[in-house]
C-alpha cells in the first residue's frame, strides 16, 4: 500500500491550493480515504473523508464550504481542494487509507506542509 501526498505549499491568506493523494497496492475504489492535518503544538484531527460504497463526503466544521475532497478512480487519485484559507489551516496535511469514513485509519501516507501565511 502506497499514499502519497503532494500539493502542499506557501500560500496568502484567502489564497487556494489543492492537495493530491496519489494511491496504489489495494482497489481504489474499495476504501474511504481521509485527509487529516496536525498544525504546530497541536494534535492530529481530521479534516475530510469520502466514503467510496456511495460517495458520501465529510468535512469537519471549520473547513466546510471552503474545502472538497474530489476523487479521480481513473488516476487513483484523491484531492482535497482548499479555497479562502487561513492562517489557522497552517499545518502538516496527512492522507490516510480506511475501511468506511467512520472507521478507524489503516493506513497512514506522508505528509505535506500548507503554511498560510502574508
Known amino acids: 500500500v502506497q499514499l502519497q501526498a503532494s500539493g502542499g505549499g506557501l500560500v496568502q491568506p484567502g489564497g487556494s491550493l489543492r492537495l493530491s493523494c496519489k494511491a496504489s497496492?489495494?482497489?481504489?475504489?474499495?476504501?474511504?480515504i481521509g485527509w487529516f492535518r496536525q498544525a504546530p503544538g497541536k494534535e492530529r484531527e481530521g479534516v475530510s473523508c469520502?466514503?467510496?460504497?456511495?460517495?458520501?463526503?465529510y468535512y469537519e466544521d471549520s473547513v466546510k464550504g471552503r474545502f472538497t475532497i474530489p476523487r479521480d478512480s481513473a488516476r487513483n487519485t484523491i484531492y482535497l481542494q482548499m479555497h479562502d484559507l487561513r492562517p489557522e489551516d497552517t499545518a502538516v496535511y496527512y492522507c490516510a487509507l480506511k475501511g468506511y469514513c467512520s472507521g478507524n485509519v489503516g493506513y497512514w501516507g506522508q505528509g505535506t506542509l500548507v503554511t498560510v501565511s502574508s
Open positions: 469520502m466514503d467510496s460504497a456511495d460517495g458520501t463526503t
Open positions: 497496492g489495494f482497489t481504489f475504489d474499495d476504501y474511504a
